[in-house]
Every structure is written in C-alpha cells, then in structure tokens.
C-alpha cells in the first residue's frame, strides 16, 4: 500500500507541469469566451500642419482686462495652424503699449505669435525699437533697439532672446554678441560668443 502510495505521488508531480498548463489553457479559454467584446475606440485623428484660416491685409487690436489699447499687430498674410495653435504672418508689423503707455515697434519678414498673444517670433530682418522715455527721472531710459535675423520676445515678462546674432543700440552705445537674453524689468543684458561694445560717456552737466 505504502509503495503504490508513493508511486501514485510520484506519478502525480511527474505530470503536474502538464496538467497545470493544460489548466491554465482551458481558464484562458473559458476567459475568451465568456469575456464581452470590447468597444472599439477609433484612433485619434491627427490633425496636418494645414492652416484652418488665412488673412490678408489685416490688422488686430488688443486691449486688456481694463480696455486699454494693448497692441497693435498688422501684417500682408496670416495663417493659423490648428496642430500648433500658433498663427504666421508675413510681413508683421506690431505696435505695443505697456501700463505706463511707453510704445515698442517691432518688425521683421514674417512672425509667428502664441494663442494669446503673450510670444512672438521674428524671423529675417527682425527689428525691435523701444522709444525714449524722458519721464523716468532723474535718468530718461534711452532709446533702444534690437536687430539681427530671428528675435524671440515674450509680451508678458518683457523678455527678448535670440540665438543667433543681434545687434543693439542704447542711446548712444552700441553692443553685438553671437547669442542674447534682454530681461527689461530686471534691467539685465546678457550676451555671449563673439561680444563687442561701444560705450559713448554722457556730457558732464555744467556747475
């Protein structure tokens, strides 16, 4: 008795790994059967880097939150791309206004602006003028201006970079660098690679 036992055991765990796996595979099949068909879910449509709407000859005002003119953007063609949510415009010319009034022209051969207005891109002859402001006492912020091939400006925190070279002039003074970073609330200028300057010293006042 005792030996056939053993044979029995023996015999058992010898064919468990097949009987195991014939389990699993007749559990995976009661599965497929028995399990509902998913719903199929269309795949997602890819939108194409086609423009939705074109303009021409167009200009648009902004104004913020309490109906001051905030800017002025006109351009000869505009096109809005949907995948992108970004609008391209030939020929761009932008006027803005900043909270103390203080105007900013910017131009170049074509731009490319944001949703709401808040970057913009230069690209070819790209040029950025800050007029004077004889207001800010007791030193008047001088005129300044940006030029060079591509500008990235962000509206909202008054910054302006590039990666490829700009030319700036301040009043008198003049600077060029391969790359820049303009911070116009922190007053900071940063420019790097091959960095030129011509400062021109102010007229002392008269005793």
Do not use: C
Not at 93 to 105: A, P, V, Y
């Amino acid at each position: 008795m005792t030996h056939r036992w053993f044979r029995f055991w023996d015999g058992l765990l010898l064919y468990l790994p097949a009987m195991l796996m014939a389990v699993l595979a007749l559990g995976s099949y009661w599965l497929v059967r028995t399990t509902p068909p998913s719903e199929s879910v269309p795949a997602p449509t890819l939108r194409s880097h086609a423009p939705d709407y074109l303009m021409y000859g167009f200009s648009i005002e902004s104004f913020d939150t309490a109906g001051r003119l905030r800017s002025i953007v006109k351009g000869t063609q505009a096109r809005h791309y949907p995948d992108t949510l970004w609008t391209e415009i030939d020929a761009i010319r932008i006027r803005s206004f900043d909270t103390q009034g203080r105007i900013t022209n910017a131009s170049a051969l074509r731009g490319l602006t944001n949703e709401d207005g808040s970057e913009v891109q230069l690209l070819g002859n790209a040029l950025v003028v800050r007029d004077a402001d004889p207001s800010t006492r007791p030193e008047p912020t001088p005129r300044m201006q940006y030029k060079g091939e591509f500008l990235h400006a962000f509206i909202d925190t008054e910054i302006v970079k590039s990666h490829l070279p700009v030319e700036i002039e301040r009043g008198n003074d003049r600077f060029s660098g391969n790359t820049m970073a303009f911070d116009n609330i922190a007053q900071t200028l940063k420019l790097e690679g091959r960095v030129r300057g011509t400062i021109v010293p102010k007229k002392s006042k008269a005793p």
